[in-house]
C-alpha cells in the first residue's frame, strides 16, 4: 500500500486514478477537503476496495501516525499543499500552515514510523515530496531554464512556503537518514483542475460568456505539464529515484499565457462554436497585473529523461485538445464545482 496526501485534489486525483487504473497496489488516500479538494474527482472508485479515503490534514499529529501504524504503507507521496498564488497574497497564514508546518509535522509522523520498521522495510521506504518550479524564483527572457542546481528564490508566499518546506524534507534526509526524493514540476494542466487556474478559469468564462481575465500583457511564460504525464514521472521517480535528489519535472512547452488563451478559444471555436459566429477571443480581457508576478518560468528535464528514462507524451498541442474535450464532455462536474466560494473569490480577484 501507498499513502497519497491530498489525493483528492488535482494532481493528487489523477494521480490516485492512473496509479489504480494500472497498479493493483492499494492507495491509502488522505485530504482535507479544503476548497480545491472534491471527491466528485474521485467518484469512479466509489466501490474499488484497492482506495481507502480518509479525511484529515498532514498536521494532525494523531491521525497520520495511527494510520500509518494502521495500514503500513510501503511510501508516502505528499500531494497536499495550498497551491494558488493569488490566494497566498490575500491570505499567507494558510500556505505557512498547510504547507510548512503541515510539513513538519508530517515528516515528523513519517520519520518516527520508519524508525519501527524492520531493517528491509526501512531500505524498501520513501517519502517522496512533490514541489513547483515556483521556488527558483522568475527568468529572464534569456536565462537557462531552470535545473536542478538553481538557487531558490521564492518571490510569493506561496512559492517561500513551497521553498521551505523543500528544505525541511532535504534536511530530514540529511540529519535523520528518511529516504526521500523530491519532484519539482512547472504548471499542470488537465482534467479535474479546480477553475481558479488560467487554463480551467478561461475555459469555464468562454463557455459562459463571460469574460475570458489575462492579467498584465499576457505575456508571463510557463513551461506548461499535462498531468497525467506528470503522473508518469512521478510513478519513475518513486520506483527508480535516488534518495535525496530532486528531478525537475516539465513538458518541454514554454508559451506565453496569452497564446495559451488564444489556443483555448481556437480550440472552443472548432467544437463549440459562439452562436453568434463570433471567436471566443472577443472576451479576452486585460486586469491589472498581480503583485510580484514572476515573468518566465522554465524547466530543464534533462536529468529525469537521463537518469530515470522519462520524458513527456503529450506535446502542448496535444494535451490542451484533450483538457479541452474533457470540460466539454464533464459540464456537470464544472457545475457543482463552480460553487459559491468559488464565484466570491472570482469576484474578489478579478472584478
Not at 115 to 123: I, M, N, T, V, Y
Not at 215 to 232: A, E, N, P, T
Not at 234 to 245: P, T
Not at 295 to 300: E, G, S, V
Request: with cysteine; glycine share 8%; charged share 20%.
Amino acid at each position: 500500500m501507498i499513502l497519497v496526501t491530498g489525493g483528492a485534489g488535482f494532481i493528487g486525483s489523477n494521480f490516485v486514478l492512473d496509479w489504480l487504473a494500472q497498479l493493483d497496489e492499494p492507495v491509502l488516500n488522505l485530504d482535507l477537503l479544503t476548497y480545491a479538494g472534491n471527491l466528485e474527482n474521485l467518484s469512479s472508485l466509489e466501490h474499488d476496495l484497492r482506495h481507502i479515503f480518509v479525511k484529515g490534514g498532514i498536521g494532525d499529529t494523531k491521525l497520520v501516525p495511527e494510520l500509518l501504524q494502521k495500514h503500513k504503507p510501503r511510501a508516502v507521496i505528499n500531494f497536499a499543499a495550498e497551491s494558488h498564488v493569488d490566494r497566498s497574497i490575500h491570505g499567507p497564514e494558510d500556505f505557512i500552515q498547510t504547507n510548512v508546518v503541515g510539513t513538519f509535522h508530517l515528516l515528523e509522523s513519517v520519520r518516527a514510523y520508519w524508525a519501527g520498521l524492520d531493517e528491509k522495510a526501512q531500505s524498501d521506504f520513501r517519502f517522496l515530496h512533490i514541489s513547483t518550479d515556483e521556488v527558483y524564483g522568475t527568468l529572464g527572457a534569456n536565462d537557462p531554464a531552470f535545473t536542478e542546481a538553481t538557487p531558490y528564490a521564492p518571490n510569493s508566499p506561496y512559492s517561500a512556503s513551497k521553498a521551505a518546506s523543500d528544505h525541511l524534507v532535504r534536511a530530514y534526509h540529511h540529519t535523520y537518514g528518511l529516504p526521500v526524493l523530491t519532484t519539482n514540476c512547472s504548471n499542470n494542466y488537465g482534467p479535474y483542475h479546480f477553475p481558479e487556474k488560467l487554463i480551467p478559469l478561461c475555459l469555464l468564462n468562454a463557455m459562459n460568456g463571460k469574460p475570458i481575465p489575462i492579467y498584465g500583457d499576457g505575456q508571463q511564460i510557463r513551461d506548461w505539464l499535462f498531468v497525467k504525464d506528470h503522473c508518469s514521472a512521478i510513478r519513475r521517480v518513486l520506483a527508480d529515484g535516488k534518495l535525496g535528489e530532486t528531478y525537475n519535472v516539465g513538458g518541454w512547452n514554454e508559451k506565453a499565457n496569452l497564446d495559451v488563451v488564444n489556443t483555448l478559444c481556437d480550440i472552443l471555436d472548432e467544437l463549440k462554436p459562439r452562436a453568434d459566429g463570433l471567436s471566443y477571443k472577443a472576451q479576452i480581457t486585460f486586469v491589472k497585473d498581480r503583485p510580484g508576478h514572476d515573468r518566465r518560468y522554465a524547466i530543464d528535464a534533462t536529468k529525469i529523461e537521463r537518469e530515470l528514462g522519462w520524458k513527456p507524451q503529450e506535446t502542448f498541442e496535444t494535451g490542451i485538445r484533450k483538457t479541452v474535450i474533457w470540460y466539454l464532455e464533464n459540464q456537470p462536474w464544472v457545475a457543482n464545482v463552480a460553487s459559491g466560494d468559488y464565484r466570491q473569490w472570482l469576484n474578489k480577484q478579478y472584478v
